[in-house]
């Protein structure tokens, strides 16, 4: 079964950068949708960046110009890098991919991450 792995959370102050990772754990037929959630810390989930099959990028207003969403194909790996972070940017960060597999029957899973960490504060 398909799954991702993340990496690169952590704490930074204000005006800090953290690049997020999300790693597949086999390579897959096609991605129909991938993207980039979080939840704040009582708060419900909320989108953060979706790319869709198009490739037409969506970023929530709070993070255009700071966030870049992008994805190497060798490395299997999406990334989020995050630029002039905010305190509100503080929340559980969550990867999501929408994939088609490989084999005899092409089969479609959403994958989640795990959820990884970011706060920002002084």
């Known amino acids: 079964q398909v799954h991702v792995v993340e990496s690169g959370g952590g704490s930074v102050q204000p005006g800090g950068s953290l690049r997020l990772s999300c790693t597949l754990s086999e390579r897959i037929f096609s991605i129909y949708r991938m993207g980039w959630y979080r939840q704040p810390p009582g708060k419900d989930r909320e989108e953060v960046v979706v790319v869709d099959g198009g490739g037409n990028t969506k970023y929530a207003d709070s993070v255009k110009g700071r966030f870049t969403i992008s994805r190497n194909n060798d490395e299997n790996t999406m990334y989020l890098q995050m630029n002039n972070l905010k305190p509100e940017d503080t929340a559980v960060y969550y990867c999501?991919?929408?994939?088609?597999?490989?084999?005899?029957?092409?089969?479609?899973?959403?994958?989640w991450g795990q959820g990884i960490q970011v706060t920002v504060s002084a």
């Open positions: 999501r991919h929408g994939v088609v597999t490989h084999g005899p029957v092409h089969k479609s899973a959403e994958v």
